[in-house]
């Protein structure tokens, strides 16, 4: 088993996953006038949700909790909140996962407070809940167990990320390409390096070129 299990989502995972969480709003009954998206990781999810529920206005709060792949930040707080008048209207604000919760729970409340809407509820693509502390009104997916979700979004975030946290518990910066691919395999796992190798090796360009790494010939 890799040290920290990952799965790798495709965009028509994230279309499927998009249209059942719509289909689950419209069952409830309830039709948001507006979409606030998290950014980052809530963009692509929101705009789905305006096309599958018909709504046109979208806008976006960023809230900061994940800074690195798979490195949680010491505390989530809002870098960039809505500025806009939604007074009277029902909101909906979107991420694309519920891992401890405080993301869409501290979103939700800045929109309730700077905004005065009607209403607010919150929906997110998945749920992983043995480790949420809130549970967003709707969600597609629920996850029993933690996992990396690899989102296309961020591959080359995520795969910089990645090397970044072997570098760092390794302490070597120079390694040669197999030496680098059987530590991913150990600690991501053979899934994450056959659909995202071409992403690995663009990331670690990008960190040779800015001095993080580097990438040495193998001996045999």
Partial sequence: MPKIPVKVVTFEEIVEWSRTLAERIRE???QPDVIVAIARGGYIPARLLCDWLG???LVSIQVVHWPTAAQMAEKAYVKYPVSVDLSGKKVLV???IVDTGDSVELAKKSVEECCKPAEVRTATLQVITPVAKYIPNYYAIEVKEWIWFAYPWNAVEDAVGFVMKIVKETGKTTWCL?????????WYGREYIEKRFGYILYAVDLMGKRGLIKLDKCTS
């Fill in 94 to 96: 979107v991420d694309d």
């Fill in 178 to 186: 197999d030496e680098l691919i059987h530590a991913h395999i150990e």
């Fill in 28 to 30: 409830s009954g309830w």
């Fill in 55 to 57: 709504v046109s206005d």
